[in-house]
């Protein structure tokens, strides 16, 4: 449920549980512990919505905006889509991303996902960042 009204955050809510049941089925993290939304990942991921919103260029498919490094040793990349069309199915975009499948996904360590809907033009934004613990191979 990409779209949708002028910003519920209740909406935004349920598709951010969307999101993280849709990384949590993927066929890359089956025999992986369960992701739960990292409140630290979910800060990054609004973080870098923020300055991309601003810049602009999103586009409705996943694109790598920015990548940190924490202090346990892991890297977080952040994947930000704009869902221009109401009826975008959450799972099914993380299942056929490209960005986000080829991204090392069974070594996911956390996620944080933040889904935006702007009260001002119901445009819905998507945010995943992901933690990569490096130590582990």
Not at 58 to 63: A, D, E, G, Q
Not at 89 to 114: C, F, P, Q, R
């Amino acid at each position: 449920a990409c779209g949708g009204g002028g910003g519920s955050t209740s909406a935004d809510a349920q598709a951010e549980t969307a999101v993280m049941a849709a990384i949590n089925q993927n066929p890359n993290r089956s025999g992986k512990d369960k992701l739960q939304n990292s409140s630290e990942l979910r800060k990054i991921a609004n973080q870098d919505l923020n300055v991309a919103i601003k810049e602009g260029n999103l586009s409705p498919s996943f694109t790598v905006k920015s990548h940190t490094d924490l202090k346990n040793g892991s890297v977080v990349f952040t994947f930000i889509a704009k869902c221009d069309y109401k009826n975008t199915d959450l799972a099914k975009l993380i299942k056929t991303d490209t960005n986000i499948k080829s991204h090392y996904m069974d070594k996911w360590s956390e996620v944080g996902v933040v889904v935006r809907t702007d009260k001002d033009n119901g445009q819905t934004y998507i945010a995943i960042s992901v933690a990569i613990n490096t130590f582990k191979t």
